[in-house]
């Protein structure tokens, strides 16, 4: 598989993960859990998520519609894919260290889930990564 594929894959991945925020406030609960937040921090989350979705949107956006541009090599790409490299290592990091691990160990559905999300953000920085090589 080419990297330019590569890059489209990724692209994809992040649109089809923004459009299922869709589905999150259902699956988390977000009413009630949001019900008990002051007005000003529950429309903090409500406006962050959104900001969240569409990054994701206009990332992966630029990879499915121009990845030969990002494999170009130019100043602009470059910044682009090491501005990708730093955001997905950061999120990589985060996935491993920050989330605690009682949230998802010793239950498979849940360790599933985290197995998959730390294979993609790693996929990601993979795929970015190799872009950067000249």
Known sequence: MSLALHLRVAGAGLIVLAL?????????????????LSLLNRQIFQVHVVFIA???????ALSLVL????????ALARGVLIGFVIFWSLRLLTQ????DRALWRG????TLVHVAFT?????L???YAMALRP
Not at 96 to 99: E, K
Not at 119 to 123: I, K
């Open 107 to 110: 239950r498979a559905g849940p």
């Open 96 to 99: 491993l260290f920050v989330y």
């Open 20 to 36: 299922a925020h869709v589905l999150f406030p259902r699956r988390f609960a977000w009413r009630e859990e949001l019900a008990r």
């Open 125 to 127: 920085v993979a795929v």
């Open 67 to 74: 990845a030969d541009e990002l494999l170009a090599g130019g």
């Open 54 to 60: 569409l990054v994701l949107v206009f990332f992966g």
């Open 119 to 123: 294979s993609f953000w790693a996929y």
